[in-house]
């Protein structure tokens, strides 16, 4: 299994609609984020979480929600789909006292028709 | 204000050439660097990264990258490049302080036989 899981992996929705993106790690890391990819934009930040107790906004918070269940599960939820929310999600966690590396997650590609 | 630069969007190279990609950064306090990257379909996997000590790191796959504090740089290289290696790839910075990272556009690497 993958250390980082994502799903679902692709997703088509339409506008308006509420959709949540999951996110589980077995890394046992504390901190898990939510980034969005867009051609020739890199990856941008949505929401990150240190704790299960701690939630931040990024970047690009306006839009979307989280939600940090557990200290393995951090989701991603658009309340009200529009179509330039169409991206690539990527969930990433890290581990500030290992070196400070993130391991993502395969991604989640969603349209928003 | 805290940015990282990948002036080259697309770059071509030969099979057995070398490459270089720049990355250049912006960050108020002392940088981490990174270098990831991305293969069609696929999440991000980190190549190297820097944190302090000596300013040439080695990554997996061959690659390396120069911290130059002086330029604000931290390009990567290859000296043979292999078809395989054709992807895109991403520059990122963080702060020992902050738990994040934030990411260039991301150089489209192309490989001709």
């Known amino acids: 299994d993958a250390d980082v899981t994502q799903t679902p992996r692709n997703r088509i929705t339409k506008t308006g609609k509420r959709i949540m993106l999951e996110c589980s790690q077995t890394k046992g890391h504390d901190r898990m984020y939510w980034y969005r990819q867009d051609p020739g934009l890199g990856l941008r930040l949505i929401y990150y979480?240190?704790?299960?107790?701690?939630?931040n906004k990024g970047e690009i918070s306006d839009g979307y929600s989280v939600s940090r269940q557990a200290q393995a599960k951090f989701s991603l939820s658009l309340e009200s789909a529009i179509p330039n929310q169409t991206a690539l999600y990527f969930c990433a966690t890290s581990d500030l006292g290992r070196a400070y590396g993130y391991t993502f997650g395969s991604g989640t590609r969603l349209t928003v028709v | 204000a805290q940015s990282v630069t990948q002036p080259d969007i697309h770059i071509t190279v030969s099979e057995g050439a070398s490459l270089e990609l720049r990355c250049n950064y912006s960050y108020g306090a002392t940088p981490y660097l990174f270098w990831y990257v991305q293969s069609p379909g696929q999440g991000l996997q980190l190549l190297l990264k820097y944190f302090s000590g000596d300013t040439l790191v080695q990554g997996i796959k061959g690659f390396e990258a120069e911290f130059k504090r002086s330029q604000s740089s931290f390009n990567l290289r290859k000296p043979s490049v292999h078809w395989s290696d054709a992807a895109e790839y991403f520059c990122?910075?963080?702060?020992?302080?902050?738990?994040?990272?934030?990411f260039g556009q991301g150089t489209t690497l192309q490989v001709k036989p």
């Open positions: 990122a910075v963080g702060g020992s302080n902050t738990g994040k990272l934030i």
């Open positions: 979480s240190f704790d299960v107790k701690d939630i």
